[in-house]
C-alpha cells in the first residue's frame, strides 16, 4: 500500500497551506452569507463562530496569530455586547475542546474577548462613519484590544503563582502581545471590510442601547 499521504511540510509550507484553506473557508462562508434572509443573525454569528474556530485552529502554528479578537470587535460593532460576549465564549470553548487545550484558561480567554466586544459595542460610534467602517480606527482598537486581551489571559497565572509573578511574566510576553497586534492590523486590513459589509446586512437594530445599558448598570 502506498503512502502517498505521507508528506513533510516545513513550518513555512505548513502556514501557506493553512492560509489556503482558511481562504476557502472565508470564500465559502461569505458565499453563503448571500442565501441568507434579510436579518438573520442568529444564522450570521452561526457563520462568524464557525470561521473564528476554524480561523485560530488553522492559525495556530503562527505565534499570538488569529482572526478571532477582530470578529469579535466588529461583532461588538454590529451585533451589540451580548451578542459578542456570546460569540467569544462559543470560539473560545469549542476551540479549545477541539484542537487547543481546555483548561482553567479558557475562561479567562471568554472574559478577555468578552471584554473586547463590549470595547467595540462602546466605541462602535467611533469605528463606524455614516454606516462604514474606518479601517484606521478599526486598526488602532484591535491594537489596543490585542493586548488587553492577552494581559487577561496571561492574569490565569494567578491560579498558581503568587502576584509579584505577574508583571515579569507581561514583560516577557510583550513580543508575542505583539505578534497579535501586528496580526490583528493585517486581519483588519484583510477581512473588515467583507465582513463589516454581511455584518451590516444582518445588523441587529436598537443594539447600542442594549450595549449603554450593560455599560452604566
Known amino acids: 500500500?502506498?503512502?502517498?499521504?505521507?508528506?513533510?511540510?516545513?513550518?513555512?509550507?505548513?502556514?501557506?497551506?493553512?492560509?489556503?484553506?482558511?481562504?476557502?473557508?472565508?470564500?465559502?462562508?461569505?458565499?453563503s452569507e448571500r442565501k441568507l434572509g434579510a436579518s438573520n443573525q442568529i444564522a450570521m454569528l452561526v457563520i462568524l463562530a464557525i470561521f473564528g474556530i476554524s480561523g485560530r485552529?488553522?492559525?495556530?502554528?503562527?505565534?499570538?496569530?488569529?482572526?478571532?479578537?477582530?470578529?469579535?470587535?466588529?461583532?461588538?460593532?454590529y451585533y451589540g455586547a451580548p451578542r459578542a460576549i456570546a460569540l467569544a465564549g462559543v470560539i473560545a470553548l469549542f476551540s479549545n475542546l477541539l484542537v487547543m487545550g481546555h483548561g482553567p484558561w479558557t475562561i479567562f480567554q471568554v472574559i478577555g474577548w468578552g471584554l473586547v466586544?463590549?470595547?467595540?459595542?462602546?466605541?462602535?460610534?467611533?469605528?463606524?462613519?455614516?454606516?462604514?467602517?474606518?479601517?484606521?480606527?478599526?486598526?488602532?482598537?484591535a491594537i489596543l484590544s490585542a493586548f488587553a486581551?492577552?494581559?487577561?489571559?496571561?492574569?490565569?497565572?494567578?491560579?498558581?503563582?503568587?502576584?509579584s509573578m505577574l508583571m515579569p511574566y507581561l514583560i516577557n510576553g510583550l513580543l508575542f502581545d505583539l505578534y497579535h497586534a501586528v496580526g490583528n492590523l493585517l486581519f483588519v486590513a484583510w477581512l473588515a471590510s467583507p465582513l463589516g459589509e454581511i455584518m451590516h446586512r444582518h445588523k441587529v437594530e436598537h443594539s447600542h442601547k442594549a450595549v449603554n445599558d450593560i455599560a452604566h448598570n
Open 149 to 163: 486581551f492577552d494581559w487577561v489571559v496571561s492574569s490565569s497565572i494567578l491560579l498558581k503563582t503568587d502576584p
Open 57 to 77: 485552529i488553522l492559525m495556530e502554528p503562527l505565534p499570538n496569530i488569529q482572526p478571532v479578537t477582530v470578529i469579535i470587535i466588529l461583532a461588538g460593532v
Open 1 to 31: 500500500m502506498y503512502d502517498f499521504h505521507n508528506v513533510g511540510l516545513t513550518p513555512f509550507e505548513t502556514m501557506f497551506l493553512n492560509v489556503c484553506i482558511l481562504s476557502i473557508i472565508i470564500f465559502a462562508l461569505l458565499h
Open 117 to 141: 466586544g463590549l470595547f467595540g459595542a462602546i466605541t462602535s460610534k467611533y469605528i463606524l462613519e455614516n454606516g462604514e467602517l474606518n479601517l484606521h480606527r478599526l486598526g488602532l482598537i
